[in-house]
């Protein structure tokens, strides 16, 4: 159960140190902290005392602490450094936990990787809601950063513009996706609103043919919504969701002036979303993604 996550990058071994081994720097690329702040130590021999705190929404926020001790040789040409981290806070999942970072030379670049696990609190409960949730999450989170900092590191993406594209990505991606199920399921195939098939008999379709048809088009638009959310990395499925739009607005502009001239009549609405698959098509290129990183070591 403990989580793993591994990713390859071209970077310099000092660049990725100098990044991930700074507080605010680190806070910049990691989704899992909102700041960190180093504590003053004694000498170098003692390990480093942190402070972190992780906003959740809501004017919601956890601290906790932990120490750290780096190593810049670890006689194999890389680098490691262990980590032991704690909450006190009664809101927080996590009560202690440990684990380690590793930096390894690899083909010009830099294998980076985490090993860690934690105890929870809240007893059974406590455990039942991070093997269901919290766990799978947090892997995620590890992960989703990892790739984030690759892209700052390799392309000069800024962790701030990633988060931004990302956003702007997921918002245009699930309104996609909710219009399409929607016309598809609610007027077309559960409830056949009159509208619907008055503008299917406007086009040249006949009595009998009109329902066919309502039916072949609520199926097609569930299946599309479906495709959105399935496929949602891939940009092919924008650019078939502007071709389809640009079909649906021609069909629906063959039901003369009437449906031309109504009120958020189809070929409005199909233009609005033609231009959130394009914002959707242009926040697409370079996301971050957890599916970059390797989540089991290379034993299993």
């Given at each position: 159960?403990?989580?793993?996550?591994?990713?390859?990058?071209?970077?310099a071994?000092?660049?990725?140190?100098?990044?991930?081994?700074?507080?605010?720097?680190?806070?910049?690329?990691?989704?899992?902290?909102?700041?960190?702040?180093?504590?003053?130590?004694?000498?170098?021999?003692?390990?480093?005392?942190?402070?972190?705190?992780?906003r959740?929404?809501?004017?919601?926020a956890?601290?906790?602490?932990?120490?750290?001790?780096?190593?810049?040789?670890?006689?194999?040409?890389?680098?490691?450094?262990a980590?032991?981290?704690?909450?006190?806070?009664?809101?927080?999942?996590?009560?202690?936990?440990?684990?380690?970072?590793?930096?390894?030379?690899?083909?010009?670049?830099?294998?980076?990787?985490?090993?860690?696990?934690?105890?929870?609190?809240?007893?059974?409960?406590?455990?039942?809601?991070?093997?269901?949730?919290?766990?799978?999450?947090?892997?995620?989170?590890t992960?989703?950063?990892?790739?984030r900092l690759?892209?700052?590191?390799?392309?000069?993406?800024?962790?701030?513009?990633?988060?931004?594209?990302?956003?702007?990505?997921?918002?245009?991606?699930?309104?996609?996706?909710?219009?399409?199920?929607?016309?598809?399921?609610?007027?077309?195939?559960?409830?056949?609103?009159?509208?619907?098939?008055?503008?299917?008999?406007?086009?040249g379709?006949?009595?009998?043919?009109?329902?066919?048809?309502l039916?072949?088009?609520?199926?097609?638009?569930?299946?599309?919504?479906?495709?959105?959310?399935?496929?949602?990395?891939?940009?092919?499925?924008?650019?078939v969701?502007?071709?389809?739009?640009?079909?649906?607005?021609?069909?629906?502009?063959?039901?003369?002036?009437?449906?031309?001239?109504?009120?958020?009549?189809?070929?409005v609405?199909?233009v609005?979303?033609?231009?959130?698959?394009?914002?959707?098509?242009?926040?697409?290129?370079?996301?971050?993604?957890?599916?970059?990183?390797?989540?089991?070591?290379?034993?299993?």
């Open positions: 159960m403990s989580i793993y996550v591994e990713i390859r990058m071209q970077a071994m000092d660049e990725l140190w100098r990044v991930t081994q700074s507080p605010d720097l680190h806070a910049r690329w990691d989704l899992r902290f909102t700041s960190i702040e180093y504590c003053p130590r004694a000498g170098e021999a003692e390990p480093q005392r942190f402070l972190y705190t992780t959740v929404g809501f004017g919601i956890i601290e906790g602490g932990g120490e750290t001790v780096g190593t810049r040789d670890d006689g194999q040409g890389g680098r490691s450094s980590l032991r981290f704690w909450s006190g806070d009664p809101k927080s999942l996590i009560l202690e936990g440990s684990g380690y970072w590793k930096y390894i030379s690899s083909d010009g670049g830099v294998r980076f990787l985490t090993l860690y696990d934690y105890r929870t609190r809240f007893g059974a409960l406590g455990r039942l809601a991070d093997r269901v949730a919290f766990r799978p999450l947090l892997g995620w989170a992960a989703w950063s990892f790739d690759r892209l700052w590191l390799e392309k000069g993406i800024e962790p701030s513009v990633s988060m931004q594209r990302s956003v702007v990505h997921a918002v245009a991606r699930l309104a996609l996706a909710f219009v399409w199920l929607y016309q598809g399921i609610v007027p077309k195939l559960l409830w056949r609103a009159p509208g619907e098939l008055e503008l299917l008999r406007e086009a379709l006949s009595p009998g043919w009109d329902g066919i048809a039916t072949g088009l609520g199926l097609g638009e569930t299946v599309m919504g479906l495709l959105t959310l399935v496929f949602w990395r891939r940009r092919e499925m924008l650019l969701t502007m071709c389809a739009l640009a079909v649906l607005s021609i069909g629906a502009g063959l039901g003369g002036a009437r449906v031309l001239t109504a009120p958020f009549n189809p070929v609405l199909n609005a979303l033609l231009g959130l698959a394009l914002v959707g098509l242009v926040s697409s290129r370079d996301l971050p993604s957890a599916s970059r990183c390797r989540r089991r070591p290379p034993c299993e």
